[in-house]
């Protein structure tokens, strides 16, 4: 048989009816065990469909709780009942996860355009106060509408630049958005992990704006509850049988480990789905995944390492060279780390960077941080002064140096068995 014939061969035996579904940008229509939140969010919201002011919401919880999968189905459900009923209001949703406080307000004003006016503004000047004003044109000219929901996710995970405590001055702009020359209605709901880090050094003024703010929580899931969210989306994506229930069982106690973040388990499914057609299996069981798990873990953790820019890439490295293994594991200090990088730009002759510690500290930190790579935690204070922070890794040191190694010696075009010997050297 030709390629092409081969190509056309219809299904074979296909186990997986819709992989799409395991795919993170997928929003499926249903959330479960959450009714009452979602009753919440959408009582909060309701007015503004019919032109009124409805009220400003703080959704948050631990990671994977559902919080993005909620918003982003509110905002869709939200604007097709107000096109098909031309109810005067539109929501616009803007993650802010490993953005800058310029880059999120681009993208506000982009997806205003988008969503309240029909038209793919290309928006691209990294400037707050021009995105803002932009934001603010778009909404004020737009025939019909009365009323916008500003939903903002991710608010623990901007990443500082120009402007340190960007958290604060983002508040403080949503919250003056009627001094600033808003003309309509409008909500917003901040989604974050964390309550306490978004509200930090936040002025007197803001804190007062934002004092009615409704609270909806997003508790954790129960074992049993995480083991019927992973059926359910079971039953979508795969034919029917396809997967065991101790396979469930498996996944279940993964999802566990992982501090109860899903998403692993929905990225072991999809591969394991793949691999089983490939491999002409039609089921999928336990020991199956127990057989694929360390490669699919290390692909899953090199796809996270892929997403670094270069110097990102070039920090992190260091990073996990300068850590060590103490008695609750691997980790290392922020003085280790600038002694770390600044080895690293002799050896690797990498010295067109300028890596700066306040760029260290203040941007690439916290970048790597808000890609799950590592943990920061304050040191604590030493005769009044900080002693700085300590970071740790936040997955398997050994695969992730071995990954990370992999990935650096592509970007820089190196030999990695060289990398590797320069590390074990001591660089
Ligand atoms: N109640 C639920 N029913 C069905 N799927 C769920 C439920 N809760 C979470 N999920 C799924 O788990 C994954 C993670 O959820 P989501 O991205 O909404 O978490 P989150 O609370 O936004 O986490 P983070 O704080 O890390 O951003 C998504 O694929 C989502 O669809
Ligand atoms: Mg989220």
Not at 93 to 98: N, Q
Not at 272 to 282: H, P, R, V, W, Y
Not at 291 to 300: A, C
Not at 306 to 328: D, N, P, Q, Y
């Amino acid at each position: 048989m030709g390629l092409k014939e081969s190509l056309d061969v219809e299904g074979g035996k296909s186990i997986l009816k819709n992989p799409n579904v395991l795919l993170d940008t997928y929003i499926p229509d249903k959330l479960l065990f959450r009714e009452k939140e979602l009753g919440e969010l959408v009582v909060s919201v309701r007015n503004l469909l019919r032109g009124k002011p409805g009220m400003n919401v703080l959704l948050f919880g631990m990671p994977s709780t559902g919080k993005t999968h909620a918003v982003r189905l509110l905002q869709r459900d939200f604007n097709e009942l107000a096109v098909s009923k031309g109810y005067p209001a539109r929501a616009i949703y803007v993650s802010a996860r490993g953005k800058t406080l310029p880059k999120v307000w681009m993208d506000i004003a982009n997806e205003a355009s988008r969503v309240v006016l029909g038209e793919p503004y290309k928006y691209s000047k990294t400037d707050m106060f021009h995105a803002m004003k932009h934001f603010v044109d778009t909404v004020n000219s737009a025939d019909g509408i009365e009323g916008v929901l500003l939903i903002l996710d991710e608010l623990d995970s901007m990443v500082p630049s120009r402007y340190s405590k960007p958290n604060a001055r983002l508040l403080e702009a949503i919250t003056r958005l009627h001094e600033n020359g808003l003309e309509k209605h409008y909500n917003f709901i901040l989604v974050t992990n964390n309550d306490k880090v978004i509200f930090e050094n936040i002025d007197a003024g803001t804190a007062s704006r934002l004092s009615a703010l409704w609270k909806i929580y997003f508790r954790e899931y129960y074992p049993n509850e995480i083991a019927e969210i992973l059926r359910d989306r079971i039953r979508q994506a795969f034919v029917e049988g396809a997967v065991t229930e101790q396979a469930v069982n498996f996944l279940s106690a993964v999802t566990m480990r992982e501090r109860r973040d899903l998403r692993f388990a929905f990225y072991l499914l999809y591969t394991a789905g793949m691999i089983a057609e490939m491999e002409g299996l039609e089921r999928i069981t336990d020991e199956f995944l127990r057989r694929i798990y360390s490669t699919v873990r290390r692909e899953y953790i090199k796809d996270k390492v892929k997403s670094l820019t270069e110097s990102e890439l070039f920090v992190f490295l260091a990073i996990l060279w300068s850590m060590r293994e103490g008695l609750e594991g691997y980790y290392t200090t922020t003085p280790d780390i600038y002694e770390a990088v600044s080895k690293f730009v002799d050896v690797f002759g990498k010295d067109s960077y300028n890596f700066r510690r306040t760029m260290i500290r203040g941007y690439i930190l916290p970048i790597l941080k808000a890609k799950c790579l590592i943990d920061i935690y304050s040191a604590g204070k030493h005769a009044g002064r900080s002693k700085g922070n300590i970071v740790i890794p936040l997955e398997d040191y050994n695969t992730l140096l071995d990954v990370t190694v992999e990935v650096f010696s592509e970007r820089f075009n190196l030999d990695p068995e060289q990398v590797r010997e320069v590390l074990k050297r001591g660089v």
